[in-house]
Nanobody, 131 residues
Framework: QVRIVESGGGSVQPGESLRLSCGAS???????????MGWFRQAPGKKREAVAA????????YYADSVKGRFAISQVSSTNMMYLQMNNLKIEDAGMYYC?????????????????????WGQGTQVTVSS
């Protein structure tokens, strides 16, 4: 069974930064180098939305328009970790952030950019942005 561990949420003021971490292991049938790993968020009363994703084989990054230029997703393969650096946070960035993981073969790596169809989810880490 896939193990997903998230951390790094917190409470900040607008304009400040946070870094979220996600560790993934034991994905059946796929090594860490063939994973699409993403972040999603959900604010109270709103639908869950995709934030960013990265394909671990080549480091290809994908972002929602609302976070482009402010957020950066990265990975450290040697430690099976993925990170989301969130800069210039806005009030509308607040919510529960979830790490999601999906095994994706190289031939289908473009699907990671669709930011959907993840079948393994973490428990979430809360991000609060308020003045």
């Amino acid at each position: 069974q896939v193990r997903i561990v998230e951390s790094g949420g917190g409470s900040v003021q607008p304009g400040e930064s946070l870094r979220l971490s996600c560790g993934a292991s034991d994905y059946p049938g796929f090594s860490f180098s063939r994973l699409c790993m993403g972040w999603f968020r959900q604010a109270p009363g709103k639908k869950r939305e995709a934030v960013a994703a990265i394909y671990t084989a080549d480091g290809a990054e994908y972002y929602a328009d609302s976070v482009k230029g402010r957020f950066a997703i990265s990975q450290v393969s040697s430690t099976n970790m993925m990170y989301l650096q969130m800069n210039n946070l806005k009030i509308e960035d607040a919510g529960m952030y979830y790490c999601a993981v999906q095994g994706v073969p190289w031939s289908r790596r473009a699907s990671c950019g669709l930011l959907r169809s993840f079948d393994n989810w973490g428990q979430g880490t809360q991000v609060t942005v308020s003045s």
